[in-house]
């Protein structure tokens, strides 16, 4: 089966510090591999999206995520957090149609 | 563009009401599914459908119903509402290679 495993589920930094947030796929999941971020009372966007033509994918607002096959391993990263970052985070793994979800992890950024 | 609208955005509902949640798509996606969001749970998948006349359930699909006569709509059916289905409901699109686009969502709460 399918699964997507997000480590922590609360990420807090400071404005201007790198953001680092954890996701591991299992050996199932399909080469599609998605990022996205929900807004307070929103629904989720697009942050970024790997798809094997490239290991370093380059997303919106700055988000970048290494696709890393010998740790099953597609961590987001953004160099400096800023206020507006504050979100929660969603890594999902699919096929040609379904998502399958990892829990979240929400994103605290303090001035 | 409106993409994929769902409506209402809030509603309340008694124990053992019954009510549908609509979502309507204007990308002309044959891959069209509904989520339930709880706290730390993530997104799970409901039921979905490859196409007009096609559904199938997902992870968590008792509890509701679903049917898609049309490529643009479709509805997801509460038929005994119970507080358990407290959560908020997202609808979304797809046109394939895992790509998805969300509604706003419906917050639903059963009392």
């Known amino acids: 089966a399918q699964s997507v495993t997000q480590l922590g589920s609360h990420v807090s930094v400071s404005e201007g510090a790198l953001v680092l947030l954890r996701c591991n796929y299992s050996s199932s999941v399909p080469p599609y591999l998605f990022w996205y971020v929900q807004y307070p009372n929103q629904g989720l966007q697009l942050l970024l999206k790997?798809?094997?033509?490239?290991?370093l994918v380059k997303g919106i607002n700055g988000f970048e995520a290494e696709f890393k096959k010998s740790e099953t391993s597609f961590h987001l990263t953004k160099p400096s957090a800023h206020m507006s970052d504050a979100a929660e985070y969603f890594c999902a793994g699919a096929g040609s149609y379904q998502l399958t979800f990892g829990k979240g992890t929400k994103l605290s950024v303090i001035p | 563009n409106a993409g994929v609208t769902q409506t209402p955005k809030f509603q309340v509902l008694k124990t053992g009401q019954s009510m549908t949640l609509q979502c309507a798509q204007d990308m002309n996606h044959e891959y069209m599914s509904w989520y339930r969001q709880d706290p730390g749970m993530g997104l799970r998948l409901i039921h979905y459908?490859?196409?007009?006349?096609?559904?199938d359930q997902g992870e968590v699909p008792n509890g509701y119903n679903v049917s898609r006569s049309t490529t643009e709509d479709f509805p997801l059916r509460l038929l005994s509402a119970a507080p358990s289905q407290t959560s908020v409901y997202f609808c979304?699109?797809?046109?394939?290679?895992?790509?998805?686009?969300f509604g706003q969502g419906t917050r639903l709460t059963v009392v």
């Open positions: 459908s490859v196409g007009a006349g096609i559904t």
């Open positions: 979304a699109s797809s046109p394939g290679q895992g790509r998805a686009f």
């Open positions: 790997y798809t094997s033509a490239a290991t």
